[in-house]
């Protein structure tokens, strides 16, 4: 029989708290997988490709802003931060980072519940195609593991040119133009810094295109910016 509930998945470390939103949840008709560290965390979404993920920002591996900013590399499952009420800047930093909505601590069923139901009604299945791995021609990238690889070896890429490369994978298909990679990469007022970004480009050509003269992934449009073939 195919279970048809929404997965949610949990990453939460203190053990009271991680059972109570995932009664609740599983109450409210959610399957939850839960986790108590960033890294289980990330692997589970990879796994389970689920409808929501509800995060705490204080993990015992890592900080829950940083699990956000890999996570958005390559998945758009809803996240709702679960933070204390301290904890007001790093919340902000958050959802600038790219989640969806948060929760102080403590809260409440009702409340809960009540976003959970907002994020589904948004989002209402996990999207199979998220996956912290990707493959293009001889390339093979995994977002967990940070590695690239180009027929099986290792290709060594700056942080920029990863972070360019992730874009370009989430955005595969679709043109990207020059004033939104260079605000992605380096913030905004970055705007007329092209030269930059071609540089960068070139780089990233070289290291995974066989022909970088004559790019098959990571395509010019004139004038506009650039668009990634897989
Ligand atoms: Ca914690």
Same mark, same amino acid.
């Given at each position: 029989?195919?279970?048809?509930?929404?997965?949610?998945?949990?990453?939460?470390?203190?053990?009271?708290?991680?059972?109570?939103?995932?009664?609740?949840?599983?109450?409210?008709?959610?399957?939850?997988?839960?986790?108590?560290?960033?890294?289980?965390?990330?692997?589970?979404?990879?796994?389970?490709?689920?409808?929501?993920? /509800? $995060?705490? #920002?204080?993990?015992?591996?890592?900080?829950? @802003?940083?699990?956000? !900013?890999? =996570?958005? *590399?390559?998945?758009?499952?809803?996240?709702?931060?679960?933070?204390?009420?301290?904890?007001?800047?790093?919340?902000?930093?958050?959802?600038?980072?790219?989640?969806?909505?948060?929760?102080?601590?403590?809260?409440?069923?009702?409340?809960?519940?009540?976003?959970?139901?907002?994020?589904?009604?948004?989002?209402?299945?996990?999207?199979?195609?998220?996956?912290?791995?990707?493959?293009?021609?001889?390339?093979?990238?995994?977002?967990?593991?940070?590695?690239?690889?180009?027929?099986?070896?290792?290709?060594?890429?700056?942080?920029?040119?990863?972070? /360019? $490369?992730? #874009?370009?994978?989430?955005?595969?298909?679709? @043109?990207?133009?020059? !004033?939104? =990679?260079? *605000?992605?990469?380096?913030?905004?007022?970055?705007?007329?810094?092209?030269?930059?970004?071609?540089?960068?480009?070139?780089?990233?050509?070289?290291?995974?295109?066989?022909?970088?003269?004559?790019?098959?992934?990571?395509?010019?449009?004139?004038?506009?910016?650039?668009?990634?073939?897989?």
């Amino acid at each position: 029989m195919i279970d048809s509930r929404p997965v949610a998945v949990v990453v939460e470390d203190e053990p009271r708290i991680r059972a109570f939103v995932a009664a609740a949840l599983v109450e409210d008709g959610c399957r939850v997988v839960e986790t108590g560290t960033a890294r289980d965390g990330l692997a589970a979404v990879d796994r389970a490709k689920p409808a929501l993920v /509800l $995060l705490d #920002l204080g993990l015992p591996d890592r900080d829950g @802003v940083e699990f956000i !900013r890999d =996570l958005r *590399r390559w998945s758009t499952a809803p996240v709702i931060v679960l933070s204390a009420r301290s904890a007001e800047a790093e919340k902000i930093e958050a959802l600038d980072a790219g989640a969806d909505d948060y929760l102080t601590k403590p809260f409440g069923v009702g409340e809960l519940l009540a976003r959970v139901r907002v994020a589904l009604r948004r989002h209402p299945a996990g999207r199979a195609t998220d996956a912290a791995t990707f493959d293009f021609g001889d390339v093979h990238v995994d977002h967990l593991q940070r590695v690239v690889l180009r027929s099986g070896e290792r290709v060594h890429l700056t942080p920029i040119e990863y972070r /360019l $490369l992730s #874009l370009f994978i989430a955005h595969a298909g679709r @043109v990207l133009t020059h !004033r939104q =990679l260079l *605000r992605e990469i380096w913030g905004a007022g970055a705007d007329t810094e092209s030269t930059y970004l071609r540089v960068h480009v070139g780089h990233l050509r070289h290291k995974l295109e066989a022909d970088p003269t004559r790019p098959r992934h990571i395509v010019t449009e004139t004038g506009v910016g650039y668009r990634f073939v897989a």
